[in-house]
């Protein structure tokens, strides 16, 4: 009777294990997705940085073309003024999405030390259970020759 709740137990145990696994690889999975989603979204920003500095060349050409020497200074400086704040902005941009990256990349870490953690944890329970198993059967057997 001991041993079968033991069993039992050991079942119940190895039950929790195995949705505390599949629970850490949804984790895993949704950090993946978000990496994933993360990259879209700075290809999306490169193409938006890179259509609107097209789109600024375009129209820096025209101005050039059209504004007199007398604007030409300003026309400068407000480019030059507005080159730095894109610059910035595109600064700000990596920086965060490296921050993000980081973070992700800090949580995907600590998840796969946790499996590890937990595999290393169900090996040790199903070598004491075969070792739990041997033992019994050995038992068993002492038993039989014992009664003969």
Do not use: P, Y
């Not at 984790?27 to 990496?35: N, P, T």
């Not at 595109?90 to 590890?116: M, V």
């Not at 019994?136 to 003969?148: G, H, T």
């Amino acid at each position: 009777m001991r041993l079968a709740s033991q069993l039992k137990e050991l079942d119940a145990q190895q039950s929790g294990q195995s949705s505390k696994t599949q629970r850490l690889e949804e984790l895993l999975s949704k950090c993946k997705d978000r990496i994933a989603s993360q990259k879209e979204h700075l290809q999306q920003l490169t193409a938006k940085n890179h259509s609107l500095l097209a789109e600024m060349d375009d129209h820096a050409a025209e101005v050039e073309r059209l504004l007199s020497s007398e604007w030409k200074g300003r026309v400068d400086r407000l480019e030059e003024e507005w080159s730095t704040r894109l610059q910035q902005a595109e600064e700000k941009a990596a920086l965060a999405i490296a921050s993000s990256k980081a973070e992700t990349h800090g949580q995907l870490q600590l998840k796969d030390g946790e499996i590890e953690k937990w595999i290393n944890k169900c090996h040790t329970l199903e070598k004491a259970d075969s070792d739990g198993n041997q033992r019994w059967q050995a038992k068993v057997v002492s038993e039989l020759f014992s009664i003969k």
